[in-house]
Nanobody, 125 residues
C-alpha cells in the first residue's frame, strides 16, 4: 500500500491561513487514525493534530489549539488541516500519518506507522 499523500503547503505571511489535505487511499481497515505532524529544521518532529474516523474526538498540540482544525471528509480517506493565524514558528515540513492498530489512541503520536512525504509550510513575518 502507498503512504498518504499531502498537498496544500505554501508560503504565507504571519496572520494568514493555509489548508492542508491528506489522501490516504488503498487501506482496507475501516477504523483508522489520521494525524498531522511537523518538523522544523533542527527540531524534533512533533504531533500537531489527530482524528479518528471523522471525529468528533480530535487531538491537538498545545501550540496550535484554537488556531488549527483537523477534519475528515465523509469518505474518511481524506483529512484536512485548516491552519489560521499562522506565525513564523509554524514554519516546518508538515507530514500526514495513519495508524490502524491503536484507534483508541489517535492522540498518541508514537503509534503512527504510515507516513507521507511531507508538504512545506513557510510563514514570513
Amino acid at each position: 500500500q502507498v503512504g498518504p499523500v499531502e498537498s496544500g503547503g505554501g508560503s504565507v505571511q504571519a496572520g494568514g491561513s493555509l489548508k492542508l489535505s491528506c489522501l490516504a487511499s488503498g487501506y482496507t481497515a475501516n477504523s483508522k487514525c489520521m494525524a498531522w505532524f511537523r518538523q522544523a529544521p533542527g527540531k524534533e518532529r512533533e504531533g500537531v493534530a489527530g482524528i479518528m474516523n471523522g471525529g468528533p474526538v480530535t487531538y491537538y498540540a498545545d501550540s496550535v489549539k484554537g488556531r488549527f482544525t483537523i477534519s475528515q471528509e465523509d469518505g474518511r480517506n481524506t483529512a484536512y488541516l485548516q491552519m489560521n493565524n499562522l506565525n513564523p514558528e509554524d514554519t516546518a515540513m508538515y507530514y500526514c500519518a495513519v495508524q490502524f492498530d491503536y484507534v483508541a489512541q489517535c492522540g498518541n503520536w508514537d503509534r503512527y506507522e504510515y507516513w507521507g512525504q511531507g508538504t512545506q509550510v513557510t510563514v514570513s513575518s
